[in-house]
């Protein structure tokens, strides 16, 4: 048997989200059917984040066995001849039986945009969060300064989130303006469900000066997901890559588009 990783892009608009459900179009059945067809198999994926409902990807990490034999670009190409326009395998290549998508990972990292104009969006509706008001990014970054370290993240996970702890690490972030776009970058060892969200809901309140900046810490020490206002909505979120020990020779992120044998 042989272990495969692939680098994956997709548009999260019209899937139910990365992980397989009862009811609707996911990308984990999307990729699943897709590699099938190649492997000539019933193949089971793996991702390293199951990202929600209308979250994109630019580089989404999976991992799946196989007893098929196929080269590197065959994987590719293949694949992507059975999938849907809105998926994309960007890479394969063979690793180690240790490898596994989500538990070799040792960092995510995860963007969020914000359109600041008086007018709705039409081109990126699907790709950002649209606000009237402009934003004060001096203030939300010192805000989100309070959240990095480990810390207990309970104030900022979603009430059915299945992770066993709160516990993360933020290990960076960054928040940048261009012109009338606002991009919120982060960076951890990991993710609880609609973590980002929930940080982008806060900053931007008080970007809009609804709220001090130490604001964030106060929402931060309470461990209450209801003192921190609003979640942001899921189509300005993109995964942007998923980081792994060197060992693994994993291609950080979606600059790397070369098959990678």
Same mark, same amino acid.
């Given at each position: 048997?042989?272990?495969?990783?692939?680098?994956?892009?997709?548009?999260?608009?019209?899937?139910?989200?990365w992980?397989?459900?009862?009811?609707?179009?996911?990308?984990?059945?999307?990729?699943?059917?897709?590699?099938?067809?190649?492997?000539n198999?019933?193949?089971?994926?793996?991702?390293?984040?199951?990202?929600?409902?209308?979250?994109? !990807?630019?580089?989404?990490?999976?991992?799946? +066995?196989?007893? $098929?034999? #196929? =080269?590197?670009?065959?994987?590719? /190409?293949?694949?992507?001849?059975?999938?849907?326009?809105?998926?994309?395998?960007?890479?394969?290549?063979?690793?180690?039986?240790?490898?596994?998508?989500?538990?070799?990972?040792?960092?995510?990292?995860?963007?969020?945009?914000?359109?600041?104009?008086?007018?709705?969006?039409?081109?990126?509706?699907?790709?950002?969060?649209?606000?009237?008001?402009?934003?004060?990014?001096?203030?939300?970054?010192?805000? !989100?300064?309070?959240?990095?370290?480990?810390? +207990?993240f309970? $104030?900022? #996970? =979603?009430?059915?989130?299945?992770? /066993?702890?709160?516990?993360?690490?933020?290990?960076?972030?960054?928040i940048?303006?261009?012109?009338?776009?606002?991009?919120?970058e982060?960076?951890?060892?990991?993710?609880?469900?609609?973590?980002?969200?929930?940080?982008?809901?806060?900053?931007?309140?008080?970007?809009?000066?609804?709220?001090?900046?130490?604001?964030?810490?106060?929402?931060?020490?309470?461990?209450?997901?209801?003192?921190?206002?609003?979640?942001?909505?899921?189509?300005?979120?993109?995964?942007?890559?998923?980081?792994?020990?060197?060992?693994?020779?994993?291609?950080?992120?979606?600059?790397?588009?070369?098959?990678?044998?």
């Amino acid at each position: 048997m042989a272990k495969i990783a692939l680098g994956i892009e997709y548009d999260g608009t019209d899937f139910v989200g990365w992980q397989s459900q009862a009811t609707g179009r996911s990308v984990q059945d999307a990729l699943a059917v897709g590699v099938s067809a190649v492997a000539n198999e019933l193949i089971t994926i793996n991702g390293a984040g199951r990202t929600d409902a209308g979250v994109h !990807a630019a580089h989404q990490v999976a991992h799946f +066995d196989t007893a $098929a034999d #196929r =080269a590197c670009h065959q994987w590719v /190409s293949g694949i992507n001849s059975n999938l849907p326009p809105d998926i994309t395998v960007l890479w394969a290549k063979e690793v180690p039986a240790s490898f596994d998508a989500r538990r070799s990972a040792v960092s995510r990292h995860y963007r969020y945009v914000v359109l600041q104009r008086s007018t709705r969006p039409a081109v990126l509706r699907h790709r950002c969060y649209w606000s009237r008001e402009l934003l004060d990014c001096s203030a939300m970054t010192m805000a !989100a300064t309070m959240w990095l370290g480990e810390n +207990d993240f309970s $104030a900022f #996970r =979603a009430s059915g989130c299945q992770s /066993s702890t709160p516990m993360r690490h933020l290990q960076s972030f960054g928040i940048y303006q261009c012109n009338s776009q606002v991009t919120l970058e982060f960076k951890a060892n990991a993710f609880l469900q609609h973590m980002v969200r929930n940080f982008v809901g806060v900053l931007v309140k008080i970007g809009r000066g609804g709220a001090k900046p130490s604001w964030a810490k106060e929402v931060l020490d309470s461990l209450d997901r209801t003192e921190g206002g609003t979640t942001a909505p899921a189509h300005g979120l993109t995964l942007m890559g998923v980081t792994y020990p060197r060992e693994y020779q994993i291609p950080a992120s979606s600059v790397h588009h070369d098959w990678v044998c």
